[in-house]
C-alpha cells in the first residue's frame, strides 16, 4: 500500500542472540562486493576469513583481512593486497585512519561487535521514527535488555506493553508468535 494508505506497519524480529555481523560494501582489486561480515566468534572468521553473500550466507571467497584501501598490490598504500571496509567512513575504528592498512585480529573482531550493535540500533530507530512498531523475539541466551530498550518499540512510560519477548527454546516459539500475533491483531480491531 502507499505510505498515505497505511494504517499501521509492524517489524517482527527474531534473533538468536545479539547482534555480531553486519552488511556493507567492501572493496578488493577495486572490485566492489556488497557483503555480510560473518560473526567474528563464528569458525568461518578465523578458518575461512572470507565475506558473506548477503541472501544465502555462503562464503564469497573474498578475503575481508588485511584490511586497506581495496587496491591491487602494485599500487596499494598498504603494500599488498588489501580489503576495503568502506563503513569505516561512517564507523569509524579507534585509533587506526585512512586507508586503515592491516588492522590486526582483536580490534576488528571488537569493532565488528560494537558496529553491528550500533547498526541495529540506528536502523530501529529508523523504522520506529516512521511509526513502525517493533516486536522482538529472543531465542535462547540473548541481550534481553539490548533488545527491548534498544531494538524493540517497548517505551518505558508504558511498561505494560509489551513489545519483547524471550523464548528459552525453541518449543516456546508457538506460544510466543501466537502472543505477538494477538497483540498487532488489537491495532486491526481498532480501524475498523
Known amino acids: 500500500l502507499p505510505a498515505n494508505q497505511r494504517v499501521k506497519q509492524f517489524l517482527v524480529f527474531f534473533t538468536a542472540g545479539k547482534a555480531d555481523s553486519f552488511r556493507d560494501i567492501f572493496t578488493q582489486d577495486n572490485n566492489d562486493y556488497d557483503a555480510v561480515i560473518p560473526d567474528p566468534d563464528d569458525v568461518g ?15 564469497m571467497g573474498v578475503d575481508f ?7 591491487p598490490e602494485a599500487v596499494s598504500a598498504c603494500g599488498n593486497t588489501t580489503t576495503e571496509w568502506h563503513v569505516f567512513e561512517d564507523y569509524p575504528i579507534a585509533g ?16 565488528v561487535l560494537d558496529t553491528a550493535k550500533k547498526m541495529t540500533i540506528y536502523h530501529a530507530g529508523k523504522l520506529k521514527e516512521q511509526g513502525i512498531i517493533i516486536y522482538c523475539i529472543g531465542l535462547g541466551i540473548v541481550d534481553g535488555t539490548f533488545l527491548k530498550e534498544d531494538i524493540s518499540s517497548w517505551d518505558p512510560a508504558h511498561p505494560e506493553e509489551e513489545y519483547y519477548f524471550k523464548a528459552p527454546s525453541s518449543s516456546e516459539m508457538k506460544r510466543i508468535f501466537n502472543q505477538v500475533a494477538m497483540e498487532i491483531k488489537k491495532y486491526v480491531y481498532l480501524v475498523q
Open 96 to 111: 587506526y585512519s585512512s586507508p586503515y592498512c592491516d588492522i590486526s585480529d582483536s580490534p576488528l573482531r571488537g569493532y
Open 45 to 59: 572468521w578465523l578458518v575461512v576469513g572470507c565475506l558473506r553473500d548477503p541472501y544465502d550466507g555462503t562464503s
Open 65 to 71: 583481512k588485511p584490511t586497506g584501501d581495496g587496491k
